[in-house]
């Protein structure tokens, strides 16, 4: 299925598994891609053949500073119909609650942007929404219940003056579904279940909100939605450092790379907290020593449990965590890399057990540009970085 670029609404059907025209290969599902669809009539949705088919690279960064949030969350139940059953909505009191509350998702946003991404609180409404069943809507066709729900608002509410729509799901349908959130990448709707997982699980909405200003997964290991230090992976913490450059929320302490930061020198960097930021929270390393094989910038952050972070679990507190994203991409897919060990403070952090450091980022450079190998210290409980 292939949604038009020219309107949205319009999904055409494919005539089979498209193949990228620059490799040859077929190209998985999940991808961004554009290609030539031939059509038999003006009306037809079905691709008679297909051609040009290729990956698109990421978009361009949505801007996703100074951005307040003007959210209307539908909470929709279901009634019967000829087709099928009723199914009951979440409570929306406590759907409510989880945006505006203490620690709720609009503290959770404005923490971890630094106030960059923030919920307009008078403007967020919860509504319930009646809409009737219809084949589509039990089978959790995402169109068919946003486009239901929103014909069957209240008059009193004006579509027009919200920028984001959320759509909470009645109840039992994460089986149907197969997942518990969705969202438009980029775009302004996002839908949940009505559990744990879905709308009142914070890693679930910040993702999925962040999804639309077209932020992607976070990985680990080569595996989608590994990274728990993250809410775009699988955690309940704020983004990831090279999300949070991409989001341009937070800034680096340093940008190294080979000009910047020339051959057999040394330098040492008190790194802060994430949480303590924006500004100067992370190194930013571009090994454009490795050219042709650099594709991946590396990040070094510092992540503690506290404001947006409260709820980072014990592995990632108080550990420098070097994350890399693909630099040829607009959008990281941030990938953890390791963790070391620090001694925090509550405002200066000195980063200590960098064995590891030397280890396996320094030869690399040493190698790659054919130097010669200078031997490095070797100081477990050095308390500074060196890159
Ligand atoms: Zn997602």
């Given at each position: 299925?292939?949604?038009?670029?020219?309107?949205?609404?319009?999904?055409?059907?494919l005539p089979?598994?498209?193949?990228?025209?620059?490799?040859?290969?077929?190209?998985?599902?999940?991808?961004?891609?554009s290609?030539?669809?031939?059509?038999?009539?003006?009306?037809?949705?079905?691709?008679?053949?297909?051609?040009?088919?290729?990956?698109?690279?990421?978009?361009?960064?949505?801007?996703?500073?100074?951005?307040t949030?003007?959210?209307?969350?539908?909470?929709?139940?279901?009634?019967?119909s000829?087709q099928?059953?009723?199914?009951?909505?979440a409570?929306?009191?406590?759907?409510?609650?989880?945006?505006?509350?203490?620690?709720?998702?609009?503290?959770?946003?404005?923490?971890?942007?630094?106030?960059?991404?923030?919920?307009?609180?008078?403007?967020?409404?919860?509504?319930?929404?009646?809409?009737?069943?219809?084949?589509?809507?039990?089978m959790?066709?995402?169109?068919?219940?946003?486009?239901?729900?929103?014909?069957?608002?209240?008059?009193?509410?004006?579509?027009?003056?919200?920028?984001?729509?959320?759509?909470?799901?009645?109840?039992?349908?994460?089986?149907?579904?197969?997942?518990?959130?969705?969202?438009?990448?980029?775009?302004?709707?996002?839908?949940?279940?009505?559990?744990?997982?879905?709308?009142?699980?914070?890693?679930?909405?910040?993702?999925?909100?962040?999804?639309?200003?077209?932020?992607?997964?976070?990985?680990?290991?080569?595996?989608?939605?590994?990274?728990?230090?993250?809410?775009?992976?699988?955690?309940?913490?704020?983004?990831s450092?090279?999300?949070?450059?991409?989001?341009?929320?937070?800034?680096?302490?340093?940008?190294?790379?080979?000009?910047?930061?020339?051959?057999?020198?040394?330098?040492?960097?008190?790194l802060?907290?994430?949480?303590?930021?924006?500004?100067?929270?992370?190194?930013?390393?571009?090994?454009?020593?490795?050219?042709?094989?650099?594709?991946?910038?590396?990040?070094?952050?510092?992540?503690?449990?506290?404001?947006?972070?409260?709820?980072l679990?014990?592995?990632?507190?108080?550990k420098?965590?070097?994350?890399?994203?693909?630099?040829?991409?607009?959008?990281?897919?941030?990938?953890?890399?390791?963790?070391?060990?620090?001694?925090p403070?509550?405002?200066?952090?000195?980063?200590?057990?960098i064995?590891?450091?030397?280890?396996?980022?320094?030869?690399?450079?040493?190698?790659?540009?054919?130097?010669?190998?200078?031997?490095?210290?070797?100081?477990?409980?050095?308390?500074?970085?060196?890159?």
């Amino acid at each position: 299925m292939l949604a038009s670029a020219v309107n949205i609404d319009v999904k055409y059907l494919l005539p089979g598994q498209p193949v990228d025209i620059t490799t040859g290969q077929p190209i998985p599902a999940g991808r961004w891609i554009s290609l030539t669809c031939f059509l038999p009539n003006s009306t037809a949705t079905t691709c008679s053949n297909i051609t040009n088919a290729m990956i698109n690279q990421a978009a361009l960064p949505v801007p996703s500073t100074d951005i307040t949030l003007r959210v209307l969350v539908m909470v929709v139940n279901v009634s019967a119909s000829t087709q099928c059953g009723s199914r009951a909505g979440a409570n929306v009191t406590q759907v409510e609650n989880a945006f505006l509350g203490p620690n709720g998702y609009a503290d959770f946003f404005g923490n971890c942007s630094y106030g960059k991404m923030v919920f307009d609180r008078q403007a967020l409404k919860v509504v319930p929404v009646a809409v009737n069943c219809s084949l589509p809507i039990a089978m959790c066709n995402e169109d068919a219940i946003s486009m239901a729900a929103k014909q069957a608002l209240p008059a009193d509410i004006q579509i027009g003056s919200y920028s984001h729509f959320v759509f909470v799901l009645p109840a039992n349908m994460a089986v149907t579904c197969g997942w518990v959130g969705l969202a438009e990448l980029p775009g302004t709707q996002s839908w949940f279940t009505p559990d744990n997982l879905g709308i009142f699980s914070k890693g679930t909405v910040m993702q999925e909100m962040l999804h639309n200003f077209g932020l992607y997964h976070g990985w680990k290991d080569g595996l989608e939605y590994e990274d728990y230090s993250t809410a775009m992976g699988s955690g309940d913490s704020c983004p990831s450092a090279p999300e949070l450059w991409r989001l341009g929320w937070a800034t680096p302490l340093a940008q190294l790379n080979s000009s910047s930061f020339p051959r057999a020198t040394y330098n040492t960097f008190n790194l802060p907290a994430t949480y303590l930021g924006p500004t100067g929270v992370m190194i930013k390393i571009q090994p454009d020593w490795l050219d042709p094989l650099y594709t991946k910038n590396l990040y070094l952050a510092l992540r503690m449990k506290a404001a947006g972070d409260r709820d980072l679990l014990d592995q990632f507190s108080g550990k420098v965590r070097s994350s890399t994203s693909t630099h040829a991409m607009p959008s990281p897919r941030a990938v953890p890399l390791h963790y070391y060990t620090v001694t925090p403070t509550i405002h200066d952090i000195i980063i200590t057990h960098i064995i590891k450091y030397y280890y396996e980022i320094i030869p690399l450079f040493y190698h790659a540009s054919h130097h010669p190998n200078i031997p490095l210290p070797h100081r477990p409980n050095s308390r500074q970085v060196r890159i």
